[in-house]
């Protein structure tokens, strides 16, 4: 097994392994919505399973990233603003790291103790740095065969401040959980489309 193949298996453990947690979670946590309720409140602090939450859900999961962006470094075709699109990548499994180093009180509040502050500082940066990162990297050369995917890359990118700034609002608090998720589906899509596109066993990259 080379390091490509190594690498579409590690993406793919990622993303079944993080439904398995949402579905998992959702099923555990009591009066958990996956329509109204962030996924950091899987963790809440003083709620029902978060410490197994933390650890089986969180942690695992930003292993789980990490092994595959340190798989893919050498291989991605990546070079110039594409090159930091790819660091930024690291925003990802820094996203879920925050649910373990910084957890949110419950519910979520936008006030509250000093580690939901943290959670709130940090959340925004980590949101940033993925949208910044999916637009980045659909500059790099070799997107410029697939126009779509290009286009859904930047579409993506563009919707990661646009959906957090909407998921924050008191009127879609019904609807937080669901936008989350749309987020969460679109940079699933797009890790596909970037080992799809990017990711070559025959060249080493820049990265």
Known sequence: MD?????????????????????????IKPGYSQLANFVSEY??????????LTFGGFFATAILFSAFLLSARPLAQVSGISRLGFWLLWSLPA???????????AGCPIEGSTSQQLHNLFGVLVYLGMGVSVALLSLAYGFNAYAWRRTFMLLTGLAFPLVFALMVQPDLSPWRGFLQRLLDIAMAISLIFFYQTLVRPTRRGVA
Do not use: E, H, K, M
């Open 95 to 105: 996203s879920l790291l925050l649910g373990v180093l910084a957890p949110c009180d």
């Open 3 to 27: 390091r490509a193949q190594i690498t579409r298996l590690l993406l793919i453990a990622c993303i079944l392994y993080v439904i398995g947690f949402y579905f998992i979670g959702s099923a």
């Open 43 to 52: 963790n809440a602090t003083g709620t029902a399973w978060a410490r197994t």
